[in-house]
């Protein structure tokens, strides 16, 4: 089985920060690059931080500098640090194994940021 399951989310005041996990059961982790990606009421579901397996990062314009995505391959564990937050930053935030490895989702973590 594979499964992915994300924690931290919660309801915080502009300019305050989060730390988002996902915990993961792949048997391969180290293998898979992985991401987060968001999804705002009306809104597409947009790519907001990923993570190749060597460690490289990238991050969409609209989080860099406050955001940074990172990983634990001892933990099979894949960490998003929120900074700086923006009221629209608010969303459901989910954890996702990237291509080629296969496309898996978990199911999403509320992350609400008050003004």
């Known amino acids: 089985q594979v499964q992915l399951v994300e924690s931290g989310g919660g309801l915080v005041q502009a300019g305050g920060s989060l730390r988002l996990s996902c915990a993961t059961s792949?048997?391969?982790?180290?293998?898979?690059?992985m991401a987060w990606y968001r999804q705002a009421p009306g809104k597409q579901r947009e790519l907001v931080a990923s993570i190749t397996t060597g460690g490289s990062t990238n991050l969409a314009d609209a989080v860099k500098g406050r955001f940074t995505i990172s990983r634990d391959n001892a933990k099979n564990t894949v960490y998003l640090q929120m900074d700086s937050l923006k009221p629209e930053d608010t969303a459901v935030y989910y954890c996702h194994t990237e291509a080629p490895f296969g496309d898996y989702w978990g199911r999403g973590t509320q992350v609400t940021v008050s003004s």
């Open positions: 792949l048997y391969s982790f180290t293998r898979a690059a």
